[in-house]
């Protein structure tokens, strides 16, 4: 059965299935879901064609809830313990197969992924060591490059158990870098608090690799709106930043001691800074999404700060539309009031739960 995956984070499968029958009818291909709550993944049935179409058009950068997406070439279960990867092989042998993904052949890289749930987990280590004697398999049957390249698609191996996985694919230019689209990271041991995490994982996903240096460096002033105990704050402390910390809670002391920051306890809606010297504007505050949207829209109209980054924080039910709602308001403030060109994207981050992670640029004139 043809189709796409979408991997997403586990317990969001309904949101991420929502967002693939939105965007994929926006694109004029009209499937349909399979959900499973807890499962890791959405399962969307389309067309083979337009499956493809999807992988080309539909941006990553612009879904919320899909970590990484795959187009399925088969799926393959009852796997004989004794022998996968020439299963493997034969499937991807197919005339049929073949003939509809003929430009997908050979792949650059292999990627042999697992959901991210407790079954996942258990199943990582077959994944791990399948990975090795597979790679050599797809090698000769010259379905893999000799040499990994990042020019060629990338072939997906999805193991949902140890006989049971879909083979699937996804373009180098409409992916995640990283293995089931997770971005792992090590918490820092003089970090205040876990959510460090979260900022220092959106300016390695909102920023490209190529402009952090210029964007995110030493010597800028920064405001962190809700910044108690400082989790945040230290991610802009250790990238060099001087920066404004407003809560009405304790800063952690050693942050204090950096002597990069100064705390003020204040209401972060009521704070303005005293000079338009501001590049990087953080927001963490649990509040209402829609009241946090329009304070990002403030100082970015006002040109108090010149990028944004902030938590929508997402209600029990409903949690896509309210997602969407909140960025078509940004978009359509920013349109009527801002100055020049924004880039929003909004993503929920590996290290995000309840909430997703907007960030907002404007554009160079
Ligand atoms: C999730 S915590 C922030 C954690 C912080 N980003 C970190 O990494 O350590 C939310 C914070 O927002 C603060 N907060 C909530 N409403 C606020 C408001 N109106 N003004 C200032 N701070 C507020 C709370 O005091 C709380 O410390």
């Known amino acids: 059965m043809s189709g796409i995956i979408a991997y997403c984070r586990a317990g969001f499968e309904n949101d991420c299935a929502a967002e693939w029958q939105e965007k994929s009818a926006a694109l004029g291909v009209y499937g349909y879901c399979q959900a499973t709550a807890q499962q890791g993944y959405v399962v969307f049935r389309c067309q083979v064609e337009e499956a493809d179409h999807l992988a080309k058009k539909l941006a990553l950068t612009d879904l919320v809830f899909t970590r990484q997406f795959i187009v399925i070439l088969a799926e393959l279960d009852q796997l004989p313990v004794a022998d996968r ?35 996942g987990k258990e199943l990582s280590k077959f994944a791990k060591k399948f990975t090795v004697p597979l790679r050599r398999g797809l090698r000769q049957i010259e379905w893999l490059t000799e040499r990994e390249s990042s020019r060629r698609p990338s072939l997906h191996v999805f193991i949902l158990g140890t006989d049971h996985l879909v083979l699937g694919y996804s373009y180098s230019f409409n992916q995640s870098p990283w293995p089931m689209g997770i971005l792992r990271l090590r918490m820092p041991n003089d970090a205040p608090s876990r959510s460090t995490l979260k900022l220092d994982e959106a300016f390695q996903v909102f920023i490209p690799a190529g402009e952090r240096e210029q964007r995110v460096t030493s010597g800028m002033n920064a405001v962190d709106l809700g910044a108690s105990p400082g989790g945040w704050t230290y991610q802009l402390v250790r990238r060099g930043m001087m920066v404004q910390a407003v809560d009405n809670g304790p800063m952690d002391e050693a942050l204090m001691e950096s002597g990069q920051v100064r705390h003020f306890r204040e209401d972060g809606f009521k704070f303005k800074p005293k000079k338009r010297n501001i590049t990087w504007l953080v927001c963490d505050m649990v509040e209402k999404p829609d009241r946090v949207a329009m304070l990002m829209c403030e100082w970015l109209v006002e040109e108090y700060c010149k990028e944004a980054i902030f ?19 940004i978009k359509e403030t920013l349109a009527e009031y801002g100055h020049g060109r924004y880039r929003v994207s909004a993503k929920q981050l590996y290290h995000d739960r309840e909430e997703v992670t907007v960030h907002i640029y404007r554009e160079p004139s």
Do not use: I
């Open 311 to 329: 938590n929508l924080k997402l209600p029990m039910k409903k949690r896509y539309q309210t997602v969407s709602e909140s960025l078509a308001l």
């Open 85 to 119: 990867v020439s299963q493997v092989q034969v499937a991807l042998l197919d005339e049929d197969l073949l003939a509809a993904f003929d430009t997908v052949k050979p792949a650059g890289e292999l990627r042999v992924e697992v959901a991210d749930t407790n079954s």
